[in-house]
Structures are given as structure tokens and as C-alpha cells.
């Protein structure tokens, strides 16, 4: 197989992944907005596997560019435009960068509901433990029934 034809593939795989990438942001954000701890956790160890996949076909673009002492996929070009079907390789490039770039702002947004949802609920354990410092009750595990109000009888 040639390497442009292996890069034709590997660019498409990427785009492949970051479009799978890019639904699991979704849901991830729906999770967020929904608070629904098991699925998130369950959506970090997807996006783990999605990395490894990731790093997987970083490696095998890094092989070919070496080999045409390449840093990134514009200098690969740049080194084999004579070669009439590099315009296949500029437009998935294009499309992969396009994705990154949703990625990117999706990433931003998930990452700011998070912030958000963080400093609610900081907020409402602040105001919780005001409410109970300043009214020196302690309550059951339900937060229903002051404990010093109900009597204890225990015998042995």
C-alpha cells in the first residue's frame, strides 16, 4: 500500500473517530446538565478508549511523515504535490481540522457547564451548613428529624 493511500486512510479513520468523539461529547453534556453520575463515569471510559484509538493512529501518521522528514501533514504536502492525488489528502485534512475545531468549542461548553454545576452545589453546601452551624441541630442521615429532639432509650 503507498503512503498516500495509507494516509488517505489514516485521515479518514481520524475523522471517523472524532465524529464518534463528537457524540459522546453530547451525550457527556446532557449527563452534565442532568447531573447523571453512573453515565458520565461510563462516558470517561469511553472517551479513554477513544483516546487510546486516537494515539493509536497518531503513531502510525507520525511513521509516514518521518519518512518524508515531515512535521505535520502540510509539509508532507508541500514535499509530494507534484503527485496529482494529494487533493484528496488536503480535503480530509480539511475535514479532520473542521472536527477538531467542534471538538474543541464542544469540549469549552462541557467544561463550563461543569464549572457552573460545580459552583451550584458548592454554593447550596455552604448554605446548608450555615443553616445548621447556625442552628446548632444535628440531623439523621435523611437531614429529616433533629436528633437532640428525639429521646433515646436503649437497654442491655
Given at each position: 500500500?503507498?503512503?498516500?493511500?495509507?494516509?488517505?486512510?489514516?485521515?479518514?479513520?481520524?475523522?471517523?473517530?472524532?465524529?464518534?468523539l463528537l457524540s459522546v461529547?453530547?451525550?457527556?453534556?446532557?449527563?452534565?446538565?442532568?447531573?447523571?453520575?453512573?453515565?458520565?463515569?461510563?462516558?470517561?471510559?469511553?472517551?479513554?478508549?477513544?483516546?487510546?484509538?486516537l494515539k493509536n493512529l497518531?503513531?502510525?501518521?507520525?511513521k509516514i511523515l518521518n519518512?518524508?522528514?515531515?512535521?505535520?501533514?502540510?509539509?508532507?504536502?508541500?514535499?509530494?504535490?507534484?503527485?496529482?492525488?494529494?487533493?484528496?489528502?488536503?480535503?480530509?485534512?480539511?475535514?479532520?481540522?473542521?472536527?477538531?475545531?467542534?471538538?474543541?468549542?464542544?469540549?469549552?461548553?462541557?467544561?463550563?457547564?461543569?464549572?457552573?454545576?460545580?459552583?451550584?452545589?458548592?454554593?447550596?453546601?455552604?448554605?446548608?451548613?450555615?443553616?445548621?452551624?447556625?442552628?446548632?441541630?444535628?440531623?439523621?442521615?435523611?437531614?429529616?428529624?433533629?436528633?437532640?429532639?428525639?429521646?433515646?432509650?436503649?437497654?442491655?
Amino acid at each position: 500500500m503507498s503512503d498516500l493511500v495509507r494516509l488517505k486512510d489514516i485521515l479518514s479513520s481520524f475523522i471517523e473517530v472524532y465524529d464518534n468523539l463528537l457524540s459522546v461529547s453530547e451525550q457527556e453534556r446532557e449527563y452534565l446538565v442532568n447531573v447523571d453520575i453512573k453515565n458520565l463515569m461510563r462516558i470517561v471510559e469511553l472517551k479513554q478508549y477513544i483516546g487510546i484509538k486516537l494515539k493509536n493512529l497518531e503513531d502510525e501518521l507520525k511513521k509516514i511523515l518521518n519518512k518524508y522528514n515531515a512535521d505535520n501533514i502540510s509539509d508532507f504536502l508541500f514535499v509530494v504535490s507534484e503527485n496529482k492525488s494529494v487533493d484528496d489528502i488536503r480535503v480530509l485534512n480539511g475535514m479532520l481540522q473542521e472536527k477538531i475545531n467542534e471538538f474543541n468549542r464542544q469540549t469549552e461548553i462541557n467544561r463550563m457547564i461543569t464549572e457552573e454545576s460545580v459552583s451550584f452545589y458548592n454554593g447550596l453546601m455552604n448554605i446548608y451548613m450555615e443553616l445548621f452551624k447556625s442552628n446548632n441541630e444535628n440531623y439523621d442521615k435523611d437531614a429529616s428529624v433533629n436528633i437532640k429532639q428525639e429521646s433515646v432509650s436503649v437497654r442491655v
